[in-house]
């Protein structure tokens, strides 16, 4: 679970006033695409695709301030529409079509499809860009199935997609998508992502989380939040992780 408020002020004192409001770094989602998300969210509700698009869309924020010369304006409404197909799969299916040692291609290029058309229908809803539309809809139509990327726009979208996997969030998903302990998890996605990366700046992300990721599975990191010390005296439990 992630922390919102403070357990504790060790310190006693206010530092609110020594914080930036819009620090560089902090992302909010711009109007014109939360208000693609209302149309979006409801066919995103499989399979934890609803918080999936949108740590996915973080990370492609984080990927086009590496890359100006990419078009936002096609890689955000892309990553956030780029799974709405699912909603087309009956849910008992979803899971098939991405299991590992299995597969069902069929069902991952019907989500792609399905997802372009359905994406056409909320840009048109809200008077998206009609320049912008062939290459969104291009992007989508086959962001799982392609194994090559299009433009720098479609490797964005691909690589925010695929880095997801070795979030937490992403951890936590697979994990109970599958069956998994968070170790089978993580070399699961890491397996998935590492070497199918486009950008550099996504390689270099994909790695920092593989490698945080460890560290909390390691029997040293484990023991610590098992006792309390001065470090901040994490409650025991908080995010250990059983059977570790
Ligand atoms: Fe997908
Ligand atoms: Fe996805």
């Known amino acids: 679970m992630t922390?919102?408020?403070?357990?504790?002020?060790?310190?006693?004192?206010?530092?609110?006033?020594?914080?930036?409001?819009?620090?560089?770094?902090?992302?909010?989602?711009?109007?014109g695409l939360a208000a693609i998300w209302e149309l979006a969210a409801p066919l995103l509700r499989v399979r934890d695709n609803d918080a999936h698009t949108l740590y996915a869309l973080g990370l492609a924020s984080a990927l086009l301030d590496a890359h100006p010369e990419a078009d936002a304006?096609?890689?955000?409404?892309?990553?956030?529409?780029?799974?709405?197909?699912?909603?087309?799969?009956?849910?008992?299916e979803v899971l098939q079509a991405i299991a590992p040692g299995g597969g069902r291609a069929d069902?991952?290029?019907?989500?792609?499809?399905?997802?372009?058309?359905l994406a056409a229908g909320?840009?048109?809803?809200?008077g998206y860009d009609d320049a912008k539309i062939p290459a969104i809809l291009g992007i989508i139509d086959g962001h799982d199935s392609r194994r090559e990327a299009?433009?720098?726009?479609?490797?964005?979208?691909?690589d925010a997609d695929k880095t997801w996997r070795l979030s937490p969030h992403g951890i936590n998903t697979v994990m109970d998508w599958f069956g998994l302990d968070r170790g089978q998890a993580l070399r699961l996605c890491s397996q998935r992502v590492h070497g199918h990366l486009f950008t550099e700046e996504a390689k270099a992300m994909a790695r920092a989380l593989s490698a945080l990721?460890?560290?909390?599975?390691?029997?040293?990191?484990?023991?610590?939040?098992?006792?309390p010390g001065d470090d901040g005296g994490e409650s025991a439990g908080d995010d250990s992780v059983a059977g570790v």
Do not use: C, F
């Not at 922390?3 to 109007?31: C, F, H, M, T, W």
């Open 122 to 126: 909320i840009l048109a809803e809200r």
């Open 150 to 158: 299009l433009s720098i726009e479609d490797a964005i979208v691909k």
């Open 3 to 31: 922390k919102l408020q403070a357990a504790a002020n060790r310190y006693g004192q206010d530092v609110s006033a020594g914080i930036d409001a819009e620090p560089d770094g902090v992302i909010a989602l711009a109007p």
């Open 73 to 92: 304006a096609v890689v955000l409404p892309a990553i956030m529409l780029h799974d709405i197909g699912w909603s087309q799969v009956p849910p008992s």
């Open 213 to 227: 990721e460890s560290v909390t599975l390691w029997p040293q990191r484990q023991r610590l939040l098992q006792t």
């Open 107 to 117: 069902l991952v290029l019907l989500h792609e499809k399905e997802g372009a058309r």
